[in-house]
């Protein structure tokens, strides 16, 4: 399933299921195009994801104080534990493209797909928590958990 107005559909239906009731202004959908423009919005939360070759790598969230995570984290390997680039670079089905720690931000920027989910924060974290995972169990993102703990998709 592409990240488009059907996924939006699909999240409004499961949220509604839990009882809650965005409108329409609560949650968008934003490409953030190549090379990745973001902006983090006063008073809004992001679920994050990106996908290359029509394979999903990573899928994270933000919450409203998180803008170090949303803006940089995942284009440096040595921002955190567990990021895209540190993957990347780690990943031997990625060595073909030669990337370094110098290299490899600015490679995710111009050849990887990042797609947000824009929230309202007044929907709450638990909504922001649910989002993530309804989008993980869509996707099966490549670098999210242990490869020991992930289903097969089927």
């Known amino acids: 399933m592409d990240m488009n107005k059907d996924v939006k559909q699909l999240l409004y239906k499961m949220l509604n299921e839990v009882n809650i009731y965005p409108t329409d202004e609560q949650i968008a959908i934003v490409n953030r195009g190549r090379p990745h423009k973001c902006t983090f919005k006063q008073g809004k939360m992001y679920v994050y994801t990106f996908s290359f070759n ?7 969230k933000a919450g409203s104080n998180s803008k170090a995570r949303f803006y940089s984290q995942h284009y440096n390997p040595e921002s955190s534990q567990s990021n895209l680039a540190k993957s990347i670079i780690l990943d031997p089905a ?5 990337l370094s720690s110098s290299t490899v931000g600015d490679w995710i920027k111009n050849n990887v797909d990042r797609i947000d989910i824009e929230i309202d924060a007044k929907l709450g974290v ?29």
Do not use: V, W
């Open 54 to 60: 029509e394979d999903y790598l990573k899928i994270g």
């Open 94 to 98: 990625m060595e073909f493209y030669s």
């Open 126 to 154: 638990f909504t922001l928590n649910l989002i993530e995972s309804i989008l993980h169990c869509l996707y099966l993102p490549r670098y999210e958990g242990f490869k020991t703990q992930r289903a097969d998709k089927m």
